[in-house]
């Protein structure tokens, strides 16, 4: 067994009296899910989080908050992983989504629909997390 360790965020951002939350797509749309990737050697959590949002996305963020962990186990070319996953709550910045070659889209939509789109029920309970930190 290998263990992996990634981190990520919900990025949020305010148009008006609307918030929206990015999402990005992978296996040619059939997978919805929060923006994230691994954590690199001398890199902490937070910068991953955010790295990997800039790169999944090209969106630019600031970490405003925790909101937990996620663990699962996942098999790749037949190791069996334990994986951990780290999210941040994320305030847009500024950029354009411009999806790199790892994703196949990157999306903003209103909590509701986020919520609904979202594949990963762990992913629905870390954005229902944002959601009350963002609304308090």
């Known amino acids: 067994m290998k263990k992996a360790f990634s ?10 009296k609307d918030l929206k939350i990015l999402l990005i ?6 997978i919805w899910a929060l923006p994230k990737g691994l954590v690199e050697k001398n890199e902490t959590p937070q910068q991953a989080a955010l790295r990997e949002i ?7 963020g600031k970490i405003i908050n925790e909101l937990g962990e996620v663990s699962y186990w ?24 411009t ?5 196949d889209d990157a999306e903003w939509f209103r909590p509701e629909e986020a919520l609904s789109k ?11 997390k944002a959601l009350e930190k963002i609304y308090g």
């Not at 999806?99 to 994703?103: A, K, M, T, V």
């Not at 979202?118 to 229902?128: G, Q, R, V």
């Open 7 to 16: 981190a990520g965020g919900v990025v949020y951002k305010k148009e008006g």
């Open 25 to 30: 797509s992978t296996k040619e749309g059939k």
């Open 54 to 60: 800039k790169e999944e996305t090209g969106i630019d």
């Open 74 to 97: 996942f098999h790749l070319e037949g190791e069996k992983y334990f994986k951990t996953v780290k999210y941040y709550l994320v305030e847009y910045m500024n950029g354009k989504i």
């Open 99 to 103: 999806p790199q070659w790892e994703i």
């Open 118 to 128: 979202l594949t990963y029920e762990s992913d629905k309970k870390i954005l229902e």
